[in-house]
């Protein structure tokens, strides 16, 4: 089984950036489809980016302009680039993959790093 490990969060000031990583346990990037979810206190998870194996990109309509997706299939490591945070981005973010056969169903899921913007 995959796991995935998420790290990076902390604490801001809004206007400021945050990078998260996202390591999986093996070889599994080239292959997969991937992407970063947020879940803030009393609100429903959602979908803030993803990647698929060819390197595609989507973006919610909250974060567009402002957040980057990336991998590194060689380190096996998936990136959210959040520059020009908003107090509204303040959530647990997590990182979720599935092979490529599954997609967009995504199976694997990491435990999540938090991200605090304040005002």
């Known amino acids: 089984e995959v796991q995935l490990v998420e790290s990076g969060g902390g604490s801001v000031q809004a206007g400021g950036s945050l990078r998260l990583s996202c390591a999986a346990s093996?070889?599994?990037?080239?292959?997969?489809?991937m992407g970063w979810f947020r879940q803030a206190p009393g609100k429903e998870r959602e979908g803030v980016a993803a990647?698929?194996?060819?390197?595609?990109?989507s973006y919610a309509d909250s974060v567009k302009g402002r957040f980057t997706i990336s991998k590194d299939n060689a380190k096996n490591t998936l990136y959210l680039q959040m520059n020009s945070l908003k107090p509204e981005d303040t959530a647990m973010y997590y990182c979720?993959?599935?092979?490529?056969?599954?997609?967009?169903?995504?199976?694997?899921w990491g435990q999540g790093t938090q991200v605090t913007v304040s005002s």
């Open positions: 979720a993959a599935s092979p490529e056969s599954l997609c967009p169903q995504l199976i694997y």
């Open positions: 990647i698929d194996s060819d390197g595609l990109t």
């Open positions: 093996e070889y599994t990037y080239s292959s997969y489809c």
